[in-house]
Antibody, heavy 121, light 113 residues
């Protein structure tokens, strides 16, 4: 059974860094496109980053481009999101999401429970 | 980026009645080579992550009750719940995956009248 468990969230000061991790079970993460999607308090959903199964395609939203990096550790079956130069507007629940196929243009089949990131001084 | 606009922002419907949520994209999400609309619908209940209901605009995900249906093509789409049940109270989002970054509608809050 597919399971995605995010970790690494917490409280960080503006300008700081955090690294989120998503542990996958029940499937091989490297066979699928994978996403990070965030949801600010009481707000809608924003696609933050996406990574293709072969690693050749990575895309970021304009609001995080140059500050966030998505990556995968195939040996651990995990997906990571390195977040630098954090801002108050990055405060959100961050979800790890599995695509239905290996590319970056797939619908999002399965979502983890999310991890809370709070940027505040 | 493709802008997804849902209407209405909130909706109150009586139990057993029909509920319809609309979604409009700022450009077509119909891919001409495979004739598929890159449009999905998600349901989010309080304290839970979103759950996929509909993909390719009109295909129900496995396990989703058949009272949920999706329709539309190009830029205009709808999600219909044919007979509202108490457990359908949630926020519903449309989602385009035709281009990156993927974008979502602002959400429609569905309540019982």
């Amino acid at each position: 059974q597919v399971q995605l468990v995010e970790s690494g969230g917490g409280v960080v000061q503006p300008g700081g860094s955090l690294r989120l991790s998503c542990a996958a079970s029940g499937f091989t993460l490297s066979n699928y496109g994978m996403h990070w999607v965030r949801q600010a308090p009481g707000k809608g959903l924003e696609g933050v980053a996406v990574l293709s199964s072969d690693g050749n395609e990575k895309y970021y939203s304009g609001s995080v481009q140059g500050r966030f990096t998505i990556s995968r550790d195939n040996s651990k079956n995990t997906l990571d999101l390195q977040m630098n130069s954090l801002r108050a507007e990055d405060t959100a629940i961050y979800y790890c999401v599995k695509s239905y196929y290996e590319g970056v243009y797939g619908y999002q089949v399965y979502w983890g429970q999310g991890t809370q990131v709070t940027v505040s001084s | 980026d493709i802008v997804m606009t849902q209407s209405p922002d909130s909706l109150a419907v009586s139990l057993g009645e029909r509920a319809t949520i609309n979604c409009k994209s700022s450009q077509s999400v119909l891919y001409s080579s495979n004739k598929k609309n890159y449009l999905g619908w998600y349901q989010q209940k309080p304290g839970q992550p979103p759950k996929l209901l509909i993909y390719w605009a009109s295909t129900r995900e496995s396990g989703v009750p058949d009272r949920f249906s999706g329709s539309g093509s190009g830029t205009d789409f709808s999600l219909t719940i044919s007979s509202l049940q108490a457990e359908d109270v949630a926020v519903y989002f449309c989602h385009q995956h035709y281009t990156t970054p993927h974008t979502f509608g602002q959400g429609t809050k569905l309540e019982i009248k």
